[in-house]
């Protein structure tokens, strides 16, 4: 299964990004997807995750900048990243399988990431 991320890239402090996951259709419709960040020297951190629509969920030091949405029609997932902060510098990368209960195990799929730099 592959899952292809796109949409990364350098920004200054205040800027903005999108990302982009395409994800194959028989993974898409039925499964929670979420997005990971790891930055140097750090594990790998559960940034955002959305169930179905209004069900989401973001991690602390994201929330109010970060929305995490899914078109169905294009089986995208999405990343809309603001007011970006050089602590969210990372290797971003998207994921399919996550488990309802968020964190209790780790994604079934993942992508191979998309670097995303933020300088100050």
């Known amino acids: 299964v592959e899952l292809v991320e796109s949409g990364g890239g350098l920004v200054q402090a205040g800027g903005s990004l999108r990302l982009s996951c395409a994800v194959p259709g028989s993974i898409f419709s039925r499964n929670a997807m979420g997005w990971y960040r790891q930055a140097p020297g750090e594990g790998r951190e559960l940034v955002a995750q959305?169930?179905?629509?209004?069900?989401?969920y973001y991690a602390d030091s994201v929330k109010g900048r970060f929305t995490i949405s899914r078109d169905n029609a294009k089986n995208t997932l999405y990343l809309q990243m603001n007011s970006l902060k050089p602590e969210d510098t990372a290797m971003y990368y998207c994921a399919a399988g996550l488990p309802l209960r968020v964190g209790t195990r780790l994604p079934d799929y993942w992508g191979q990431g998309t670097q995303v730099t933020v300088s100050a």
């Open positions: 959305i169930n179905s629509p209004g069900n989401t």
